[in-house]
């Protein structure tokens, strides 16, 4: 088995790291601290979930909550790979897969699954080819421990423990010994219980019998007196009933006659009741009579009042009546006036409204031919346009000959300038105007008279422009002056014809307005009349509701009241004679006749009592007869009865004494089958138990002879012997192994051979390892040289291995040259070079440069920050 490749993340100081071994010797390279040896632990920890560093939180990288460690290990004689997963913390499932396919997931059957299918033995391979950092002699030491460890002999020695299985199925076969001695006993106890339950059996029976045969004795004596005693009871319940009939019969008949004692009395009190009831009625009807009159007269009275509230009610309004028919007479012919005067308004409405209208026209044109006729004043003053078109004809002919004077003098300057000019062009003294000889003075003497010249005719030029600006002045104000002038003429035309045609249309309205005037003065003078007459028309109007006929029937009503009232006081005269009492009396009659009905009330109602009374009193007098006979009845049936109170008390008695005696025999019987059944259930309990304990007590010798046979068990287990002999057994392989092994590492010695003796539980190991040179003689381990005692230590550990694993695919090293010499180094790396052909695949944690050189695969280990990183196939220094 070849491990392959391990990917750490979040491990020690790993964040994230995969490391492939792809060579036969790979060396792990880095300075300290990098996380080389981090990469073993996880190894160790991918293969065996076993933490190395203290406890399994440790192995998390700081700062993270969880890890994960994968390791790729290959059997290529199988042609298989395995890849096994473990996280931290353990709450995420473990995984093995083979060939990708997955063989198990919890934790411990993945590490089950490396035991057995990859026969990796955690025990083994932490003893013999993992190889921590400067322990590779510790084996000589510790070699009879690692025995007892990888052999698993420390399981033999728990068996035989205190607290091992052997000793706990002894204690306990001894407990249960112990429980079934005590049953014996109790089995002894129960058979001596028995006994005394049968005995007390049997003596209840025969208590039983005498007793059952007296409760029959007495229960036949009782059964005759109850019979009696049942007679008895009917007559003495008879009796009971008649005595208490008698009792309520005398009752009622004492009761009665008290009753009737005042019945005479009563009756006498009837008749003077009933002659003062008719007393009192009679006045009652003679008080109710004059009452009668007293509310008629009231109601007269009254009617007599209302009446003549109307009376004046109506002699007003026919006052106020015909004085509005007077007032209303008097307006009538206003109103007709005002009526028709309306009417011919509305007729002349239509030419009054012309009327104003063409005034209003009228007036306005009368203004404006004022406005006019004012406006054509102010054009009288007159104007000669013939006048100023002269001066202006004038004007411009003088413009124009002096624009004609002005130039030719301007010609006659450019002349002159041309002579000028020429004469400053001349060349030679050839004169250019005259073609003569012309010398300088008399080019200087035309030059000055010329220019004399142009100054003179220039200042003329000046004047004619001066005069030019003038007259050019002078025949623009004329040409104003004129336009304006023709402006006005135009405008005074227009003006007068605007005059003319106002004129006519003014002529034209007198006319129309001269044919109106009639109807409009009369309208407006109607006007004034319709305005005086309005508030009597108003008046009128208000006043029309009143009319004669009314008036009359008012005044009929009038008189139909007073003859009402005539009739009204005549009957009150006559009523009021019938009246014989004072006046003062009338008010207090109602009261007497109220006061004389409460008491006539009053003494009906006691009377009614009285009736009522006597009626009942004289019903019970036939009632005492009937109670006087019934009497004598109930008292013939008492005698013929002859039942005796003392008698039957006498009857009573004697039936309880003998119940009571037969109660108590009864109760004594049922104690007595009670007790029987009981006993019985007891017997059958002690019986089934009997049975049980000697089924139990049957196995005692059995247990006994087991207990033995344990004692004999663990005494031959316990103490070294049987280890012992189990490593004899191996040893003899071991030793060849070494032999065979340190054969290739060519060394000088014929052979070495292991002794090792298995300590107990508190005694250590002991180990002796000799080694024989070439020359017979046997050297011990201490006094080898270092180089023969790593490679002895080496040999050793794979010789353990190989004896115990089918084969050995892999070793790790971690700093096995640390502590060690120059020469002890140099050796080491000879034997692990030797080793190559034993183990196929080793890998070296390491510092050493000549490790480096032996290695074929160097990964190397650096820190990243604070995170270790890997960097394969090339070394530190590289
Ligand atoms: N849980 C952890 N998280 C992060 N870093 C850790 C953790 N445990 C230990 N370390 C650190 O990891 C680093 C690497 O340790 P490791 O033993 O692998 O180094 P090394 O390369 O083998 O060093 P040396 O050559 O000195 O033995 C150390 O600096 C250590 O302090």
Redesign the pocket.
Known sequence: MKIEQITLKNF??HESSQVSFKGNINAIV?V???????IIDGIVFSLFREPS?GNMN?????GKKTSTVEIVLSDNSKGKIYTIRRNIPASTEDSILENSKPLAYRSSEVSQKVQEILHLDKDILLSTVIVR?GDIESIFKDLADVMKKVMKLENLEKLTDSNGPIFSVKKELEMKLENLQKDKEMYESKIAQKKDLEKEIDNLNNNLKSLEAQKEEKTLQLNQLQKNKEEEDKKRERYIELKAKLENANTQLNKIKEDVKDLEEKMKIEQELDTELKQLQEEKENLQRLNDIINQLKLISQSIKDNNNQLQKLSREIDEYKENLHTKKELEDKAKKYEENKQILEQLKRKYLEYNKIKSVYDSDREKENNLENELQRFLIFIDINKLQNDLDKISERIQNLNTEKGQKEESVNQLLKIIKNLNDVHGNICPVCGRELDEEHKKKIREESETKIKDIKIEIQKIEKELRDLNEEKRNIETKIKKALELKAKKESKEKELNDLKEKIIEEEKTLNQLKDSHDKYESIEKELEELEQYYKKYLQLQRYTQNELEEKEKNKQEILQRLDELNSKYSQLRSQLTIPDEEISRISFKISQIEKEYNNKQGILIRIKAEIERKKKELDDIKEIDNEIQTINAEILRLDFDEAKYNELINSINTLNQEVNSMSQEISRILGKLEADKKSLEQINSELEKLKTSIDKIPQIEKGLSKLEKLRNDLSGSGLQNFIISNVKPKIENNLNDILSMFNLSFSRVSVDFEIGGKSKKGKTKITAFNTAGYDLDIEMLSGGERISIALALRLAIARALLDEIGFMILD?PTIHLDEERRRELLNIIRSAMSIVPQIII?T?DDEVKEISDYIIN?YKKGDS?AVKEGVSDDQ
């Open positions: 020690l100081s880095g300290n601290g990098a996380g080389k040896s981090s560093r440790n192995l998390i990288r700081k950092q700093e944690v510092h280990v270790s």
